[in-house]
Each structure stands twice: as structure tokens, then as C-alpha cells.
């Protein structure tokens, strides 16, 4: 199970790890620096939101813990943890064209529209990570 007791932190491989969907009320970190910009997190059981300079970057319903997040100009990448089917929606490029990719399987694509949201489902195991890919097309 992959919970992040910190609610945020910088890996050793220079990507953040976020979330705790075992708490039971919401819990949030305001300012954490990362690479030159302000990340806010707020995580519980039933949501878990990542915002990068007031904007979104990542929301689930219900709440997860998510592993190793990087996000380039060309997407994002994570593992992502959690208890049952989550509803996530990214916060990528507006008006852009995605592959998504679930364990390494090509699922779909998807473009964006104004505001640059995307969603995307999940079925969870706390005991198993989900690797979710998201490149531009």
C-alpha cells in the first residue's frame, strides 16, 4: 500500500509523490517548492487534488496516492494507488491530443478542450500500482 505520510515529497528519482486516500479528513500542504513552483495538495478518502501555481494538475474521486509524477511539455507519467474505480481528471495542454497508455496497454485517445482537463477511470488495488502514461499525440 502506497501511502504518502508527508501528503507530498520529492523522490529520489527527482519526481513527486503524492497522497493519502486512508484518511478519514481532508489534510493539505499550502506551499511546497518544486523545481521553481508552488504545489498545494489536499488528500482524504474521498478525494485527492494536485495544483501547480493555482492550477490543476491532477484531482481523483475517490482520494489516491500517487507515486513518481512527472510531467513534461510531452505529458505525464505516474503510478497511481487507490481502493476501487477512481475517476481522475489531468491538467494538460488545452486543444492537444493524447495516447493514453494503462500498464504499459495503449487504451485510447482523448484531446483536450478549453481549460486543458482530461478524464480518465481506473479500476485501484492499495497492493498493486497502476501505471498511467500520457503522451502527446
Known sequence: MAIV????????TGNISFGDYTLDTKTKIDEY??????????????????KKNGMLVYESVPGTAV????VTDKGMKFSV???GSAQITLGLEENAEYYI???????????????GKMPISVDLNPDHAVEIKIRKK
Open 101 to 115: 497508455y494503462v500498464d504499459g496497454v495503449a487504451s485510447s485517445t482523448m484531446k483536450t478542450k478549453m481549460g
Open 33 to 50: 517548492p518544486y523545481q521553481g513552483d508552488l504545489y498545494k495538495i489536499k488528500t482524504f478518502k474521498e478525494i485527492t487534488k494536485l
Open 5 to 12: 505520510k508527508e501528503l507530498i515529497r520529492t523522490d529520489d
Open 67 to 70: 507515486e513518481n509524477l512527472r
Open 81 to 83: 494507488y487507490g481502493t
